[in-house]
């Protein structure tokens, strides 16, 4: 019979960031998604603020933080475009939340893992931008399936690439 492993929740290990990572990573990564689609249009698929959202929260792993990091990331994206203030801070803010208590309860540093948390919450992330911008902002957007699921996976190969990158600034907690 094979042994089985119980992992408790302090055996989960939590990553610190430093403060020039923890503010200049989620400022470039929402500088470069303001200016780079502007010279390269294919992207505008990939949303490097949700990634380092998703990345920041499994990797400190702790709700309060995650929904603050998203919220504050998200804002900050609202704030370089022409979209009411909030949409992506509220998306951005749930995704936080969302990506800290999956955290706790999954592997998520093997790039399997990593691949489907992304390809998820980005598709969670377009589906609360969109009933909010509906609802709140009285936006007319669409729904389109084939576009969502496409950058999605765009978003998730890239984000095993990025988060791979980004684990070099973290620090055990």
């Given amino acids: 019979m094979p042994a089985t492993f119980a992992i408790t929740r302090e055996e989960i290990e939590v990553y610190r960031f430093s403060p020039q990572a923890a503010v200049g990573i989620p400022l470039l990564a929402v500088l470069l998604q303001a200016y780079l689609p502007v010279y390269l249009p294919f992207f505008r698929m990939f949303d490097l603020p ?3 959202t998703i990345y920041f929260a499994v990797a400190r792993r702790n709700q309060v933080t995650g929904l603050l ?3 504050a990331i998200g804002l900050l994206q609202d704030s370089l475009t022409h979209q009411p203030i909030g949409l992506f801070g509220i998306a951005k803010t ?6 800290s208590s999956i955290g ?3 592997d998520v540093d093997n790039p399997g893992s990593r691949l489907l948390i992304t ?3 980005y598709i969670i992330h ?3 931008y969109l009933l909010i911008a509906r609802g709140l902002a009285e936006q007319v957007l669409t729904w389109r399936w084939g576009y969502v699921a496409l ?6 190969i890239l984000g095993v690439f990025f988060f791979a990158l980004l684990d070099r ?3 055990r907690g």
Avoid: P
């Fill in 126 to 128: 377009q589906m609360i």
């Fill in 119 to 121: 390809f998820v919450f």
């Fill in 69 to 71: 990091t998203g919220g």
């Fill in 94 to 99: 749930v995704v936080g939340y969302l990506g």
């Fill in 169 to 171: 600034f973290r620090q």
């Fill in 104 to 106: 706790v309860k999954l």
């Fill in 50 to 52: 949700l990634l380092v």
């Fill in 151 to 156: 950058a999605a996976f765009g978003n998730a």
